[in-house]
């Protein structure tokens, strides 16, 4: 294993989790076979360990690397492991009910913020005309969109704990955040698949 079959590995993921929330939310009603749900919850857990895969690998073949980016990366792969944790069925039994929702959301918030970081420490540190650059600032703009989305979804799931009132996004946001997340996912396949063709790693950063 290395980083540039990690990168393929996260390439496959990033597609499998956009095919995996298009169908549950085409065919929400997939949920009422047990046996499908599980099945593709269970790929979806794989795809997710890609995540950590490309974090582990990629400041072992990557570098100079600054601090900043080798701490966000770590903690990619704690969050990552916390969010895989809380959909297995041992993860479940540990939190109850809506408390279980609201902490997957805050640790996948932390986690896309780890995220967001190094994808920003890593733009500031290619070098100059790099054909990665443009790729990497889509990955970038989607990625700050669907930070603020996330947020606010983290703020209904909050107001929920507290006062009880289950208040519904108005749809535009709800559409909105669809697109994002489409927009998001592909801007980061476009960018990985930019990355996987790189063959010397060095001559992506700044001397």
């Known amino acids: 294993m290395n980083l540039r079959m990690a990168t393929k590995f996260l390439i496959i993921g990033s597609a499998y989790t ?13 949920t009422n076979n047990i046996l499908v749900s599980k099945l593709l919850s269970l790929l979806w857990i794989m795809a997710t360990i890609t995540i950590i895969l490309f974090a582990y690998y990629f400041p072992k ?9 080798k701490i966000s990366l770590q903690l990619v792969i704690l969050f990552t492991c916390l969010i895989i944790l809380l959909q297995l069925p041992f993860g479940q039994s540990l939190v109850p ?12 918030f932390l986690n896309s913020i780890s995220m967001f970081v190094f994808w920003i420490s890593f733009y500031k540190i290619l070098s100059h005309n790099n054909s990665l650059q443009l790729s990497l600032k889509l990955v970038i703009w989607t990625a700050s969109f669907g930070l603020f989305l996330e947020l606010i ?3 209904y799931y909050i107001n929920f704990l507290f006062t009880g009132s289950e208040s519904i996004p108005f749809a535009p946001l709800q559409y909105f955040a669809a697109i994002i997340f489409v927009l998001s996912y592909c801007a980061v396949i476009n960018f990985l698949l930019k990355f996987r063709k790189v063959e010397d790693y060095s001559e992506l950063l700044l001397k």
Request: without cysteine; glycine residues 2%.
């Open 61 to 69: 073949e990557v570098f100079p690397l600054n601090k900043r980016i």
């Open 97 to 108: 009910g809506m408390h279980k929702n609201v902490i997957f959301e805050f640790i996948r």
């Open 18 to 30: 956009l095919f995996y929330k298009a169908v549950f939310a085409i065919f929400p009603f997939i």
């Open 153 to 155: 979804q983290f703020y």
